[in-house]
């Protein structure tokens, strides 16, 4: 018998499944080489582009734009690693603007400040600026992007002498990556902008690992020539225990693409075979909300069997984070029903809807979750409320229709894990 403990919360929930049923337990990869330095070597050896040191010559002021909270990027870290760059070039707190990129989320809360900026809290947190997607005032149209996407960004962006973006760079299920060029779009941009570049997501070129030929990408790549101020990037890519692996610095482009490169060989995972079962975690800070953890049920879809068991381990701390895309599923009576509804009109939401109803044809999708029994029942997914319970009932029907030894394949990282057969 396979014992595991898997993340909920402030506490582990147990599961065991017998070695015979287990098909394994799939984690991101270990790099074989680590250090104890790995931003700040990064900033000493950019790539593509001018030392940060010569990047911020003669600058007064400067705009560094972080992730939100829905992310487990190392941003404290990196701001800890980039001011003294900051301060040798007497650039003074008041001339520092940090930015947010909520994209269409909302602002940071006084308690995430913790989270946000670690120990440079107490210094920092009154130069942050949470974007606002509905606040047009502060917003700017630059022109439009080769898919007809209106390319509508913050005003901050040109009130800085130079910008310096920071992220983490994982897979992500439309965009084939997050950061680099993502910062800007749809971080800082308009909420029309981000409903018209989500609305992409529909095609079937835009999918975890893709990037050439996805025009979810596309439109985030034909932003970045408006922006007019230099940009130097800071990127990390993280290990499974969310500790950075990796770094990459310099030109936006190349860095990201340097990380992409490292997180594909952390991220994507070979899998002998599709398994009956397959549960998939939403770890912090993912497990925010519904609409972040489905990151979760779009990975552990490519490892489970059509027909199968596909069990989200999320609490959803934060609900359902988005309410439109559970309107469509909630108000139709099947999968096929909602993705025909999508064709009659598109709202911000309706692409993680349209994933969310293509996986329930093709398997049960349950839910140990937070959420409400109704809700959940609404999107089309099975609440459970006893993850071990789950397991052994999602075996014995696979048992049931004739599978003589079903397996259970566990993704305890299942928001950036992509499994592939081999």
Same mark, same amino acid.
């Given at each position: 018998m396979k014992h595991m403990a898997l993340a909920y919360l402030q506490e582990a929930l147990s599961l065991e499944v017998a070695e015979g049923n287990l098909l394994g337990v799939f984690e991101?990869? =270990?790099?074989?080489? $680590?250090?104890?330095?790995?931003?700040?070597?990064?900033?000493?050896?950019?790539?593509?582009?001018?030392?940060?040191?010569?990047?911020?010559?003669?600058?007064?002021?400067?705009?560094?734009?972080?992730?939100?909270?829905?992310?487990?990027?190392?941003?404290?870290?990196?701001?800890?690693?980039?001011?003294?760059?900051? *301060?040798?070039?007497?650039?003074? =707190?008041?001339?520092?603007?940090?930015?947010?990129?909520? #994209?269409?989320?909302?602002?940071?809360? #006084?308690?995430?400040?913790?989270?946000?900026?670690?120990?440079?809290?107490?210094?920092?947190a009154?130069?942050?600026?949470?974007? =606002?997607?509905?606040?047009? *005032?502060?917003?700017?149209?630059?022109?439009?992007? $080769?898919?007809?996407?209106?390319?509508?960004?913050?005003?901050?962006?040109?009130?800085?002498? $130079?910008?310096i973006v920071t992220g983490s760079v994982e897979p992500h299920y439309f965009a084939g990556f997050t950061g680099g060029r993502k910062a800007f779009l749809p971080g800082v941009a308009s909420y029309e902008t981000i409903t018209e570049n989500h609305k992409l997501a529909l095609s079937n070129r835009a999918h975890a690992l893709a990037l050439e030929g996805n025009p979810v990408h596309e439109d985030m790549m034909d932003a970045l020539p408006h922006i007019k101020a230099p940009v130097f990037s800071l990127m990390a890519v993280l290990d499974k225990g969310q500790k950075v692996a990796s770094a990459t610095s310099g030109d936006l482009v190349e860095a990201f693409h340097a990380a992409a490169k490292v997180a594909m060989e952390i991220f994507c995972v070979d899998i002998p075979q599709k398994a009956d079962v397959v549960v998939s975690v939403a770890k912090f800070p993912m497990d925010i909300n519904l609409y972040q953890s489905q990151k979760a049920i779009d990975n552990g879809a490519l490892a489970t069997k059509d027909g199968g068991t596909l069990i989200l381990v999320s609490p959803c701390r934060e609900g359902l984070g988005d309410e439109e895309f559970a309107k469509l599923l909630s108000g139709a009576k099947t999968p096929q029903e909602a993705i025909s509804k999508i064709g009659q009109g598109y709202k911000l939401g309706y692409h993680k809807a349209a994933k969310m109803a293509a996986i329930s044809q093709r398997m049960q999708v349950q839910a140990l979750s937070m959420l409400q029994d109704a809700t959940l029942a609404g999107l089309f997914i099975e609440p459970v409320h006893n993850l071990q319970e789950a397991v052994d009932r999602a075996l014995e029907r696979a048992r049931q229709s004739g599978v003589q030894e079903p397996k259970v394949l566990v993704l305890p990282d299942g928001c950036v894990t992509v499994p592939k057969v081999k």
């Open positions: 991101p990869n =270990d790099l074989t080489t $680590r250090n104890e330095n790995i931003i700040t070597e990064a900033l000493d050896n950019p790539v593509g582009s001018e030392s940060l040191d010569a990047f911020l010559e003669g600058a007064k002021s400067v705009l560094i734009i972080i992730n939100d909270a829905t992310r487990p990027t190392p941003t404290p870290a990196m701001l800890e690693a980039l001011l003294p760059y900051l *301060e040798k070039h007497q650039i003074e =707190d008041s001339k520092i603007t940090i930015l947010i990129a909520t #994209g269409a989320h909302r602002g940071a809360t #006084g308690n995430e400040f913790p989270q946000l900026l670690g120990k440079l809290a107490p210094r920092l009154g130069c942050c600026v949470s974007h =606002d997607a509905r606040q047009t *005032e502060d917003l700017v149209h630059l022109g439009d992007t $080769r898919n007809g996407t209106p390319i509508v960004l913050s005003r901050r962006l040109f009130a800085s002498e $130079r910008i």
